[in-house]
């Protein structure tokens, strides 16, 4: 069986000369590395005590719903601005060339909650941050983030070093 790197699609000078863009969509198109993606981010929670499992948009919906189906667990999506229809609470964070803002329903996460944030990549770290910050403030915990890849040269951990972070494939560049 393959390991779960050699499903990776690597592409060079992307967005910019000097980048490695690692692309997700060659695991996505690929029914074994798919399966083994998503039993290789639940294994990460093998003796974690969770009570809810929230995705930031878009992969780590991807990814977060088959493991909160496989948990039995409820899902909880953490939406870009202006796409959820109940009242929300928003964070921003910031991004390479300006900010972003990303919303949770008020009534996703309730008092004493213990939960798992999940997505496809962590590189500066500042969307799981600013959904981990919108959790806390609805009073849930964060027990546990875990990534399919990391970029470790981008340094995203410094920002997430108060959680149990977890990353399958970790990349030491950028």
């Not at 390479?96 to 990303?102: R, S, V």
């Not at 008092?111 to 500042?126: E, F, N, Y």
Request: charged share 30%.
């Amino acid at each position: 069986m393959k390991k779960i790197e050699e499903y990776v699609r690597s592409i060079p000078d992307f967005p910019e000369p000097g980048i490695i863009f690692r692309d997700v969509t060659s695991i996505l198109q690929d029914a074994d590395g798919l399966k083994l993606a998503i039993d290789s981010m639940q294994d990460c929670l093998k003796d974690v005590d969770v009570d809810v499992i929230v995705g930031t948009e878009s992969r780590g919906f991807i990814f977060g719903m088959p493991i909160a189906y496989n948990l039995h667990k409820p899902f909880v999506p953490v939406r870009k601005k202006g796409k959820l229809p109940c009242e929300t609470i928003s964070a921003s964070y910031d991004l390479e060339y300006g900010k972003a803002e990303i919303e949770i329903h008020k009534d996703a996460i309730k008092p004493g909650q213990k939960v798992v944030i999940i997505d496809d990549l962590i590189a500066t770290g500042g969307t799981v941050e600013a959904a981990a910050k919108l959790i806390e403030q609805l009073g849930g915990e964060v027990v546990k983030i875990v990534f399919l890849m990391e970029l470790a040269g981008l340094e995203g951990r410094k920002k997430l070093e108060k959680y149990d972070v977890a990353s399958v494939i970790r990349y030491e560049g950028k």
